[in-house]
């Protein structure tokens, strides 16, 4: 037998209403009466009907995610991210990988554009659509948009910090998690010997360090792993994720914090 909205409305004891707001994500209703509903959603095995709710709110209940390439080791991190915060309001998520080509990125945007999707989030350097349709870019701070972007000054400032007079040395892959941070980073002359030696997007190399200098590893919660006595750099990818969707979904119902540029903060952490 189909389970229904009122068979969550008795399970919960509240209205149908009720539910029905709870599943757009109503910040109206307190957090006690939430959790009593997603219980009885969990344990009943709800599903709503997400034609039927689009049909009646004029929404989609969809959001399209673009990143240049799914397969980066962060991406699983960072939709995780997403989804922690959007399947709490019943939205979901439709990933598209672009591959920095301009013709399949474009195409991608037209064909989630006519499936009336509510919003996007873009993390893979391109423009905001034209349209007029909620978005959030995840990346470098531009003017006229909302974006979510790591603090990069802080980052600098932490290695600086750690460096405490000695000189930085910057080694950067092709997929760098913090590009840009070159340009930050102290470049006077050393005034103690040794060297902080960042490795960004890469593994360390051992080859010419000296027990005066301290290895530094830019990474994820997940990727990759640190050797034993070097510090990480943590690139934020879950909170991108959780941030990035909280700012969309208020632009997208209209109310609560919109501000145009959220800056996440990494953290320097030592070697265990």
Request: glycine content about 10%; hydrophobic content about 40%.
């Amino acid at each position: 037998m189909r389970v229904t909205m009122s068979d969550v409305a008795r399970a919960a004891q509240v209205n149908k209403a009720t539910v029905s707001r709870v599943l757009r994500g109503d910040a109206r209703i307190s957090p006690a009466t939430v959790e009593k509903v997603w219980a009885a959603i969990k344990e009943l095995g709800y599903r709503p009907d997400a034609i039927a709710r689009g049909l009646s709110s004029s929404r989609s209940d969809t959001v399209g995610v673009f990143l240049e390439d799914i397969s980066l080791p962060w991406a699983a991190e960072y939709l995780a991210g997403l989804e922690r915060v959007l399947s709490r309001h019943g939205v979901d998520i439709i990933p598209r990988a672009t591959g920095g080509d301009p013709q399949q990125r474009y195409n991608a945007l037209s064909g989630l554009l006519s499936r009336r999707v509510d919003g996007f989030i873009l993390f893979d350097n391109g423009p905001a659509p034209e349209a007029d349709i909620p978005s959030v870019i995840v990346g470098p701070k531009r003017e006229g948009g909302h974006t979510v972007s790591v603090d990069l000054g802080s980052a600098a400032s932490q290695l600086a910090r750690l460096a405490d007079g000695r000189a930085v040395e910057l080694h950067q892959g092709e997929n760098p998690f913090f590009p840009g941070i070159g340009a930050l980073l102290p470049d006077d002359a050393p005034k103690k010997k040794g060297t902080v030696r960042l490795f960004d997007g890469l593994l360390p190399q051992e080859e010419g360090t000296s027990p005066d200098d301290t290895v530094v590893i830019s990474a994820t919660r997940r990727c990759p792993a640190v050797p034993p006595g070097a510090w990480k750099l943590y690139w934020p990818a879950f909170e991108l994720g959780t941030l990035s969707a909280r700012l969309l979904l208020n632009i997208i119902q209209g109310k609560g914090v919109r501000p145009q540029v959220v800056s996440v903060l990494p953290a320097l952490t030592g070697p265990l």
